[in-house]
Structures are given as structure tokens and as C-alpha cells.
């Protein structure tokens, strides 16, 4: 069985967590610059079996598609063509944000390091990859 990576997708930056190969265990893997995070999957699918990418879908409160899908759906495509024989998969990643604040407040993280966006966005993608293996089971 290969792992489950999932992707918090932003302009800027991309957080990313893995699971582990038996696809009970999430964990943060990366925070990569958007305009590297393609190269950086290609690189860990060719060095890890990877069986499926789950890149969250940001949907606003009335469950309608955010304004930065217009980002997302061009990354999704380019990712598909860069890694085709991958299964790719997006899942509702409402709230992931404010629950990666809570769980860093609630780990004991310090106030600096909650400051820094990448911990935010690597720790998010985390959420949205076990929010989306504890639904799948």
C-alpha cells in the first residue's frame, strides 16, 4: 500500500503531509514555494509509492466554490499532466486554517512559530489529509 499526500494550495506557498504507508498516519511533510511544489512531487512520487494526491477544495460557507479555485483547478490540471498515473482527488478543506491555530495553540507552540505562515499551511494540509482518511474509512 503507498501513501496518501494531500496539499493546502496557496499563491504563494504550498503546505504538504503525508500519510504513512499503512494510510493511518498523517503527518506534515513540507511547506514548498507554489512555483516549486510541482518539480518537489514529481520528485517525491518517483522516491516514494504515492497512491493517491488529495489537494484541498477551498468552498465558501454556502458551500460554493471560493474565489481561489481559479488558482487551483490550473494547478490541478498541470499536477495530472506532470504526474498522470497518480489518482488526484480534492476534498472540502473549510476550516483547516483555524484548526491548525487551534491544534498549534493547543501542542504548546510558541507564539513566533504560530506566526509563520509555512507552519500554518504544512499543518493544515495534515488536517485535510486526516479529515479525508478518517471520512474515507
Do not use: W
Amino acid at each position: 500500500m503507498g501513501r496518501l499526500l494531500a496539499i493546502d494550495f496557496g499563491k504563494a506557498r504550498c503546505g504538504v503531509a503525508v500519510s504513512d504507508s499503512l494510510q493511518i498516519i498523517a503527518n506534515p511533510l513540507d511547506t514548498v514555494a507554489t512555483k516549486e511544489i510541482i518539480p518537489f512531487l514529481v520528485s517525491y512520487c518517483q522516491s516514494e509509492q504515492v497512491d493517491k494526491i488529495v489537494v484541498g477544495l477551498p468552498k465558501q460557507m454556502s458551500g460554493e466554490d471560493s474565489e481561489s479555485m481559479r488558482y487551483i483547478k490550473p494547478f490541478v490540471g498541470r499536477l495530472k499532466h506532470a504526474i498522470p498515473n497518480i489518482a488526484i482527488e480534492m476534498y472540502d478543506e473549510r476550516f483547516t486554517s483555524v484548526l491548525a491555530h487551534r491544534a498549534m495553540i493547543e501542542g504548546g507552540m510558541k507564539k513566533k512559530d504560530r506566526q509563520n505562515k509555512a507552519n500554518v499551511d504544512k499543518i493544515a494540509a495534515c488536517i485535510i489529509l486526516e479529515d479525508y482518511m478518517q471520512k474515507k474509512m
